[in-house]
């Protein structure tokens, strides 16, 4: 195998996970995809780290259309016309089906996509351009403070509605870090009233 067959162009990239240039030359700036510049000065991504993140993107896009099945009992392509677009981000799954549950009690017909972890949760938001975000703050590999920072960033998908998820106290969250102060902030275990009128408020 010759090194061209071993990378990929930033328009490859794009085009393969559905998201725009913009963003693919934003995770190569960030260490997110590995790359380097041709001597004619254009960017070609790395192969495995590309094909590593399309095998992510594969799965995740299987793991939503289940989990959204499971979790409320019919697919989102059966949700009314136009209807808000929600992403999710857990690393755990229970979390990730009560939440599902609790967007539906909230917006019924609201379009979701699921994913395991924050890298995968930035494809999606990429992707969909979601109208609320909700994002559990500690995960493995990326957490929700950089997720959240990465959202903030991108104007051009910055949902109406953010909202962080934590386990922690209020106390043992700050050790961690700051979260701004668009994010709306909501511990587990879920009280489901103040869940869903989070979401109404959007």
Do not use: C
Request: proline share 6%.
């Amino acid at each position: 195998m010759n090194e061209a067959a071993r990378s990929y162009s930033t328009v490859d990239v794009a085009r393969r996970l559905g998201v725009s240039l913009q963003t693919v030359q934003r995770w190569v700036d960030s260490g997110r995809l590995k790359a380097w510049k041709t001597p004619g000065g254009h960017r070609r991504i790395d192969g495995r780290s590309a094909e590593l993140l399309f095998e992510q993107h594969e799965q995740t896009m299987g793991a939503s259309a289940a989990a959204v099945d499971a979790a409320v009992g019919m697919p989102a392509r059966a949700a009314a016309p136009r209807p808000l677009r929600v992403v999710i981000v857990d690393d755990d799954p229970l979390d990730r089906e009560l939440i599902a549950m609790l967007v539906q009690v909230a917006l019924p017909g609201a379009q979701l996509q699921v994913a395991g972890n924050g890298f995968q949760g930035l494809v999606m938001i990429a992707r969909h351009a979601p109208d609320i975000v909700i994002t559990d703050v500690h995960m493995p590999h990326m957490d929700g403070f950089e997720l959240i920072r990465n959202v903030l960033a991108d104007a051009a998908t910055r949902p109406r509605l953010l909202v962080a998820v934590s386990a922690k106290s209020p106390k043992e969250l700050a050790e961690y870090g700051q979260l701004p102060t668009e994010v709306t902030l909501i511990h587990k275990p879920f009280e489901r009233e103040a869940f869903v009128a989070a979401l109404r408020q959007r």
